[in-house]
């Protein structure tokens, strides 16, 4: 019998606790545990088999309210965490809950070299740009001039752009969602967990108490259409609210056409997630100086590539080693060749 086969029929309330979630009411985080346990049940993964790990913040309470094994561990170190419990068991679905400030501040040093590692993890970054759980401080990705607790007079810091960091680091998986469009969100956590090697799923998340509406443009029934502008592989870049909008490529410059006007959907940039250089367009449409006027946010996935995942490496090298040298001798290595024996 398959793995697949003799695992129960699960549903959604099956990865649901019997702990008060205890978020602030209208917080986004509402919205991503919904979509994450309404997902886990096509994933065809035993729950003993899952494993949620977090570090501290807002986002961290999420292995509480999985059934599922998990870990809330320590401040910014969950993305260790994780690749130590990835080596030592790399038949387990780990997945890395963390924040902007989780994730790019304390932790940011960790996030870079799961990334470079490519251990086979999935890591969802909530983004509210702001600290929540320490009552509204700026964070990594806080706007400059931001006006907050501790920057009363505007932060002068220049912020991360997560998706650039993480190809900077050469991940192989770089995509972007947010909390207010379940059906999007859930398609992006579907093909996070698809992807082999660490995937990086920036997740837009509104933090109502404290950076409330950060995300509005993108989010609202108004603005929406003519602010977002979802990737599709192997499609034209086409937004709007009357799908009259595109973006092709001036060189290495995009820019906005107005379908009709002289431009058709063939003379439009077309998206291709194997293409690391037009990613890193991508990434940066939004604050590349050298554009002018607005260009609408991308959601979807960036960038997609196939490279060997940390955990198989290792053991591969193991058995390497095992079968030229033969089994190793733990307490012998302790000794080494400075012990000695009173008499």
């Known amino acids: 019998m398959s793995e697949a086969a003799s695992i129960p029929i699960l549903t959604p309330k099956d990865f649901a606790t019997d702990q008060e979630v205890r978020w602030c009411p209208g917080c986004g985080d509402y919205s991503i545990l919904a979509q994450v346990q309404k997902i886990m049940p096509g994933l065809g993964i035993a729950r003993e088999n899952i494993v949620i790990i977090s570090g501290i913040g807002c986002s961290s309470r999420f ?32 997945w890395i ?50 006006v907050t607790k501790s920057t009363p007079y505007g932060s002068i810091d220049h912020p991360f752009n997560p998706l650039a960091l993480a190809l900077g680091a050469d991940a192989t998986f770089v995509a972007r969602t947010m909390d207010r469009d379940p059906k999007h969100l859930q398609e992006s956590l579907v ?6 090697g660490s995937s990086f799923l920036e997740i837009y998340q509104n933090c109502n108490i ?55 959907a063939d003379d439009l940039w077309i998206h291709d997630e194997r293409d690391s250089n037009k990613a890193q367009l991508l990434v940066r449409m939004f ?9 609408p946010r991308p959601f979807g996935v ?4 196939d490279r060997p995942c940390y955990e198989e490496m290792m053991e591969l090298q193991l058995q390497e080693v095992i079968q030229s040298k033969g089994a190793g001798n733990l307490d ?12």
């Open 97 to 146: 809950v963390t924040g902007d400030g989780d994730g790019l501040s304390i932790g940011g040093n960790h996030t870079i070299h799961l990334l470079r590692r490519n251990f086979d993890v999935n890591i969802m970054l909530f983004n509210n740009q702001i600290y929540g759980l320490t009552k509204g401080q700026y964070s990594p990705t806080s706007e400059e001039q931001k």
């Open 287 to 295: 604050d590349d100086p050298r554009i002018d006027g607005h260009l």
């Open 210 to 264: 404290f950076n409330d509406a950060a995300f509005e443009p993108f989010t609202e029934k108004a603005t929406k259409p003519d602010n977002t502008l979802f990737l599709e592989q192997g499609k034209p870049l086409i937004f709007g609210a009357q799908r009259n909008k595109g973006i092709k490529l001036d060189g290495f410059k995009p820019v906005i056409v107005d379908l009709g006007d002289g431009a058709g």
């Open 63 to 94: 292995p509480y309210y999985m059934n599922t094994y998990g870990m809330h561990s320590i401040h910014g170190r969950a993305t260790a965490v994780a690749s130590g419990l990835k080596a030592a068991r790399p038949d387990l679905s780990v």
């Open 332 to 343: 012998k290595l302790l000794r080494g060749h400075e012990t000695w024996t009173i008499s």
């Open 191 to 196: 093909r996070s967990h698809q992807h082999k």
């Open 302 to 305: 960036f960038y997609e590539t």
